[in-house]
């Protein structure tokens, strides 16, 4: 998105939206060869631009005027007086009608009605109405008073005049006069108490139409423009009690314009200036302007060929930007829904050709308004300028004749420059008086590209983790049309639901959130947590952040569950600490002593039918997360059914990226905004915090900046610039889409130059530990193993509810033991791990094969029984000799019960049954699949473990 300004003496140039005024002056200077615009103070319509003014900010508007402070302010109208006097005169017809003319006492009252009545005696134009009307931003933007205003106004004149009269010629009986007035009053109160006139929500009464002229448009054009964000405020709350005289603030000309289409004929001069009335008037309502034909007369309307907001709607963008959609060219289909009449545009044809006429028609069936000079073909009604007056014709009336009502060109140029400003504040007549839908409202000139190196300051990154970037928990997620849009993890949270459909920016808004996080805060005061469902593709190149403490996808569903085992095991180690300092919230605590968690969940849906038995946890950490420091982002594209009402209850601010249907928006922010959102606009959403009102904003992407200058001619008026050919209401290209790099300010880039300034190194133990590897050797286990513990080392186990390992044990005075399993599942792998445990102790130990089922020699320690089955198919009935400890492999239950065993080992399969039929507990049935993964069921509990490779081989068999 661009902002248009006029560099004085009158060059126009688009400046990139958001550019500061530093980063564009250089270029500037360079395109128009002014070197003077490299260090001059610049001014806009007389106001100072600082340095750090970004484009699209006030008073970097579009419409403005640039000039130099040597060069003084910019030649156009001075607003200020007419906000600040409280009258001002207006001259209402003529061909040089809305000109403004403040007055502030009796004396500037005749100045200015001499002034006025001389300019238009000079014009050649006699008997020139004039209007003394209300002043000041409050006075313009506020409903217009009603006719019951003015008849009680007139009600009480009686009354005051005979009071006065009687004081004056001091007859006390003239007084009674009053009691004329007083009873004119009564009817009037008598309709006020049964209409419940003044309450709020009572039916209002029938509003006359409103008929304003130009000076009318004027004034509301200024006063959006200038007046303080209070004031508007002020207005859009009386207008919210207040019905919506029909035509307000013009309406001169509605009466014309039921037909969709209206000739103004006679000498070029006064017609044009009729017809400029009528385009203004239109253009206040929000209707984009193209001009067919004579173009060079209409180039006042370069800023207004953008329509009032409405995502998706024709022309959508700011005035200037990209392209003009006034290239006189014929297919006029508008796109579904334009025919709004606050979005079809008006379409001048000023002695066009037969194609600009015919284009016109096509376009006044689809919704659109015509305005047409130099021919009635094709016109039903009719205005014809004549001897200072208009002469009207129509289909459904008589001739008539009323005053002539026209505008100056420079009046014109005024006006459009101040609504463009306006409409780029989001100041419109829709967004005044309510009549616009919340989408419509609230997506005006949102800019198409937010890279997130715009928001954050990457130079001052190097400072290193000892000098923290920011004490603020915000982060910047995009921006709108008024500035950045934060989300405090503290103040706003504690967690964020984020929705939108396939393509609608999801994944890249988390990389956003994430990297903007590890920008300001170090891994010493914040742990990130990354839970990936679309197999690594959306939070993948964000591991290598020195923050992440843990990382998993849906390639493994079993880590998955491990992931909340973990997080549960870190919200009870959060309450020890908690507990020992006497603290209520990790706020409380010093800095540094526990870090705040986020963990962002890309795809909770698929999460939530893969694992639904993780639900409940999720649910803990939600409710418990705000005091323990532990943050949840769940991205989804319909929550609907996915994030239950418990956990909903604990999620104050939720993000509605595009979505297909309104009740899911509805269901999200509680509006059907984001079902609006424009296809082609990725990152474009709506944002509620409590029970604020939703914002649109446009979301920061970590993908390549987009090649744009700062500053660029703008287009000719009448010419295209990246227009398709061949459109009279042309959109503008949509925005590509962001592509993955390894640029600087992307994700690659940026994981780079964070590992850089904060140490590669990780800062966090792990939140949840790997799954348990495939092979395990007694080496690997020194550092954890117990020497000292009484058993044969086994296996290595996994806590994962209590964020560590352990070693698995088997103690042959807990019972005899017995491995389960099927073929090739590392039963016999198990007996030998247990036979190099024992040799390393001193034990004597024995096996026991179906060759060879006699009695162990005296001073056998333990007895080692591989396939139990064909042991005692070669020996029926033998049993374990008494007073010697026994480890049978079997696969079956029955069998090992029948030999006393106490402890068991299962050799788990990916077979959930099969496991559970040898004795698994449910929880860890079909978690195996490895030789050698085992489930352990002893006297302290059940623990999943890898059984221990041997290094030595199974001693001889008992012969």
């Keep these: 998105m661009t902002v248009r300004v006029t560099v004085h003496p009158g060059e126009d140039v688009e400046l990139s939206d958001g550019v500061p005024t530093a980063t564009f002056r250089d270029p500037l200077a360079a395109l128009l060869c002014r070197p003077e615009l490299r260090r001059a103070a610049l001014l806009a319509d007389g106001a100072p631009v600082p340095e750090d003014c970004r484009a699209g900010e006030r008073p970097l508007l579009p419409g403005a005027t640039l000039t130099t402070r040597r060069q003084g302010a910019a030649p156009i109208p001075d607003d200020g007086p007419l906000l600040r006097a409280r009258w001002v005169l207006a001259r209402t017809t003529g061909s040089r009608a809305g000109v403004l003319v403040p007055v502030g006492g009796p004396r500037d009252l005749v100045r200015a009605t001499r002034r006025l009545t001389e300019a238009a005696a000079h014009g050649g134009w006699r008997g020139t109405a004039l209007r003394l009307r209300r002043g000041g931003a409050r006075g313009v933007l506020g409903p217009p008073r009603g006719s019951s205003d003015v008849a009680w106004v007139l009600s009480l004149l009686p009354v005051l005049t005979s009071v006065a009269v009687a004081v004056l010629l001091r007859q006390p009986a003239l007084a009674l006069f009053a009691l004329v007035g007083l009873a004119g009053l009564l009817p009037h109160v008598l309709r006020r108490r049964t209409t419940g006139a003044g309450t709020l929500g009572a039916p209002p009464a029938r509003t006359r139409p409103h008929r304003g002229g130009p000076d009318s448009l004027l004034a509301f054009a200024v006063a959006a423009h200038q007046t303080a964000p209070g004031t508007w405020r002020a207005a859009r709350a009386a207008w919210s009690k207040a019905p919506v005289p029909p035509g307000w603030p013009g309406g001169v000309w509605d009466d014309l314009l039921g037909d969709g289409s209206v000739a103004v004929t006679g000498a070029d001069g006064p017609a044009r200036a009729v017809a400029r009335a009528v385009v203004a008037d239109l253009a206040a309502r929000g209707r984009p302007v193209r001009v067919l034909g004579a173009t060079r007369h209409w180039t006042w309307c370069r800023w207004l060929t953008t329509p009032g907001p409405g995502p998706g709607t024709p022309g959508h963008g700011p005035a200037g930007s990209g392209h003009d959609p006034t290239t006189p060219v014929h297919d006029t289909t508008l796109p579904e829904g334009a025919a709004d009449a606050t979005t079809a545009p008006a379409v001048v044809v000023d002695h066009g050709t037969p194609d600009d006429h015919a284009a016109a028609r096509r376009a006044v069936a689809q919704g659109a308004v015509a305005v047409v000079l130099g021919t009635t073909d094709g016109c039903r009604t009719v205005v014809t300028v004549q001897d200072g007056r208009l002469h009207v014709t129509g289909p459904e009336t008589r001739r008539r004749v009323r005053p002539l009502v026209g505008v100056t060109t420079e009046w014109a140029e005024h006006y459009a420059r101040r609504l463009a400003g306006a409409r780029h504040l989001g100041r419109t007549l829709a967004t005044l008086t309510g009549t616009a839908a919340p989408a ?18 990457l130079d001052g990154l190097s400072a290193g983790p000892t000098n923290p970037r920011s004490g603020s928990w915000a982060v910047p997620l995009g921006r709108t049309t008024t500035g950045t849009v934060t989300w405090d993890l503290v103040t706003d949270g504690p967690h964020l639901l984020v929705a939108g459909t396939t393509g609608s920016g999801k994944s890249e808004l988390l990389r956003a959130l994430v990297l903007g996080l590890a920008l300001q805060h170090p891994p010493g005061r914040l742990m990130l947590g990354l839970i990936d469902f679309k197999g690594g593709a959306g939070l993948g190149p964000l591991t290598g952040l020195p923050h992440v403490a843990g990382q998993v996808t849906d390639l493994d569903a079993a880590l998955a569950a491990r992931a909340l085992a973990g997080l549960q095991a870190e919200l009870r180690r959060r309450k020890t600490i908690l507990a020992e300092q006497g603290a209520a919230d990790v706020a409380a605590l010093a800095p540094g002593t526990v870090p705040r968690l986020v963990v962002v969940v890309d795809e909770f849906r698929a999460l939530a039918d893969d694992l639904p038995e993780l639900i409940p946890g999720l649910i803990r950490i939600a409710a418990q997360g705000r005091s323990l420091g532990v943050h949840l982002v769940l991205a989804t594209q319909r929550p609907a059914g996915a994030v239950s009402a418990d956990v909903r209850a604990n999620v104050t601010a939720r993000l509605a990226l595009r979505v297909t249907d309104p009740l899911e928006s509805r269901d999200v922010v509680d509006c059907p905004d984001a079902a609006a959102l424009p296809v082609d606009r990725p990152g474009r959403a709506v944002l509620r915090i409590g029970s604020a009102a939703p914002a649109v904003l446009q979301c920061a992407h970590t993908g390549p900046v987009r090649p744009a200058m700062p500053v660029r001619r703008a287009t000719p008026f009448g010419r295209t610039r990246g227009a398709r050919a061949g459109t ?38 792990p939140l949840w530990l790997p799954p348990l590897p495939d092979r395990v050797t007694p080496a690997e286990l020194a550092d954890q193993d117990d020497r000292d513990a009484p058993g044969l080392l086994l296996a290595l186990g996994d806590l994962p509810d209590q964020q560590r390992r352990t070693v698995v044990r088997w103690d042959p005075d807990d019972g005899n033991l017995a491995v389960l399993g099927r073929t090739r599942s590392g039963r016999t792998t198990a007996l030998a791990a247990l036979a190099a445990a024992a040799r390393v102790l001193g034990m004597t130990v024995r096996t026991v094969t179906p060759a060879s089922a006699t009695a162990p020699e005296h001073g056998d320690d ?49 077979d959930r049954a099969d496991d559970v039929a040898l004795g698994a507990p449910a929880a860890l049935a079909g978690s195996g699949g490895v030789p050698g993964r085992a489930a352990w069921c002893g006297r302290t509990g059940t623990v999943l473990c890898q059984v221990v490779l041997p290094q030595v081989v199974l001693p001889p068999a008992i012969t």
């Design 862 to 910: 333990l007895l080692l029984v591989d396939d139990l089955e064909a042991v005692r198919a070669a020996h029926p009935g033998w049993v374990p000799p008494p007073g010697v400890a026994v480890a049978v492999a079997t696969r079956s239950p029955a069998a090992a019960y029948a030999c006393g065993t106490g402890p068991r080992l299962v050799m788990l399969s990916r």
């Design 728 to 765: 009279v209401l042309g959109v503008p290209s949509a925005p590509g889409r962001h592509r993955a790099g390894t640029g600087p300010e992307e994700p690659a880039g940026l994981v780079a130059t964070i590992r850089a300034a904060y140490g590669a190194s990780a800062s966090h133990p």
């Design 440 to 457: 419509t409202v609230t997506t005006a000139n949102l800019p198409d590209d937010v890279p997130l190196g715009s928001l954050h300051d």
